[in-house]
């Protein structure tokens, strides 16, 4: 993956005051998941992270761009700025908030490297699912990693569009996209440009589960293998990540991978 000008860390914990102020989130659990990383067959480094806070119904998952001076630091910058702008924003999102909440992200992460590394050329995709209720949930999205909701009779389904350049040629109309466009991001977080996010609501009855991934998955294990696994075992959310990891990295495992499988309870 590589791309030009497309976030340590700080620490947040989410304490019992914290948890009281916010409002209707999920505090009942009314979905449990559960993730896990791997650096892969291939990588010397991993520059993937995540964040399950099931009691706050906070998901998302952050890979790290190749081709930027610090991929490892800015997928773990942006996973601590959602957490913190979360905190803030206390009782639920709203267009406004979720928007402020993404810029935030954003702008942290070129921050961040025009400080500390001097250099704008920090960057990492950001994917984030929040559950607000047992019928409502929010997508935060830049980059080209995936949610997926998953139904028992309509199997598993892609929630996301890959903001890549081979995407925006296919929705041009061209016929033949070369693969090396498939890993040229259009947008991501710590973008100095950035003019656009993904943020919309996502109806939750629709679905029984929900996958979210880094590309060292999706990339590597065919959909129709993804969907195989989830149905075998998306009621445990951490035999099913396992089993979705080590799919990865018995298909080579070409990149670090990340998964997070979540279930309504």
Same mark, same amino acid.
């Given at each position: 993956? %590589? /791309?030009? $000008?497309?976030?340590?860390?700080?620490?947040?914990?989410?304490?019992?005051?914290? #948890?009281?102020?916010?409002?209707?989130?999920?505090?009942?659990?009314?979905?449990? @998941? +559960?993730?896990?990383?791997?650096? *892969?067959?291939?990588?010397?480094?991993? &520059?993937?992270?995540?964040?399950?806070?099931?009691?706050?119904?906070? +998901?998302?998952?952050?890979? *790290?761009? *190749?081709?930027?001076?610090?991929?490892?630091?800015?997928? $773990?910058?942006?996973? &601590?700025?959602?957490?913190?702008?979360?905190? &803030?924003?206390?009782?639920? #999102? =709203?267009?406004?908030?979720?928007?402020?909440? /993404?810029?935030?992200?954003?702008?942290?992460?070129?921050?961040?490297?025009?400080?500390?590394?001097?250099?704008?050329?920090?960057?990492?995709?950001?994917?984030? +699912?929040?559950?607000?209720?047992?019928?409502?949930?929010?997508?935060?999205?830049? *980059?080209?990693?995936?949610?997926?909701? +998953?139904?028992?009779?309509?199997?598993?389904?892609?929630? =996301?569009?890959?903001?890549?350049?081979? %995407?925006?040629?296919?929705?041009?109309?061209?016929?033949?996209?070369?693969?090396?466009?498939?890993?040229?991001?259009? %947008?991501?977080?710590?973008?100095?440009?950035?003019?656009?996010?993904?943020?919309?609501?996502?109806?939750?009855?629709?679905?029984?589960?929900?996958? !979210?991934?880094?590309?060292? #998955?999706? $990339?590597?294990?065919?959909?129709?293998?993804?969907?195989? !696994?989830?149905? @075998?075992?998306?009621? &445990?959310?951490?035999?099913?990540?396992?089993?979705? !990891?080590?799919?990865?990295?018995?298909?080579?495992?070409?990149?670090?991978?990340?998964?997070?499988? !979540? $279930?309504?309870?």
């Amino acid at each position: 993956m %590589n /791309l030009a $000008k497309c976030v340590q860390t700080r620490s947040v914990r989410l304490n019992e005051s914290v #948890l009281k102020t916010l409002g209707d989130w999920s505090r009942k659990m009314l979905f449990f @998941g +559960f993730g896990a990383t791997d650096i *892969g067959n291939q990588r010397e480094r991993n &520059e993937d992270a995540f964040l399950v806070e099931n009691e706050a119904g906070w +998901f998302a998952v952050a890979d *790290g761009v *190749g081709g930027s001076a610090g991929g490892h630091i800015a997928c $773990k910058l942006a996973i &601590e700025e959602f957490k913190q702008r979360m905190t &803030e924003e206390g009782n639920g #999102l =709203t267009d406004e908030s979720g928007q402020r909440v /993404l810029r935030g992200i954003n702008n942290a992460i070129v921050d961040y490297g025009l400080t500390h590394l001097s250099t704008p050329n920090l960057a990492t995709t950001f994917t984030a +699912f929040v559950i607000k209720n047992d019928h409502q949930g929010y997508l935060l999205h830049a *980059g080209d990693s995936r949610l997926y909701g +998953f139904h028992e009779e309509r199997g598993l389904m892609p929630l =996301t569009q890959e903001h890549t350049l081979a %995407n925006e040629k296919r929705k041009q109309g061209q016929d033949f996209v070369d693969v090396e466009s498939e890993n040229v991001l259009v %947008n991501c977080m710590g973008n100095f440009s950035m003019t656009w996010t993904e943020y919309r609501q996502i109806d939750l009855a629709n679905y029984d589960a929900f996958l !979210i991934c880094t590309d060292g #998955l999706n $990339k590597m294990v065919p959909q129709p293998r993804l969907e195989q !696994i989830m149905r @075998g075992s998306w009621r &445990e959310p951490k035999a099913c990540v396992t089993r979705l !990891i080590d799919m990865a990295l018995q298909l080579g495992g070409f990149d670090n991978v990340t998964a997070i499988v !979540i $279930k309504r309870q």
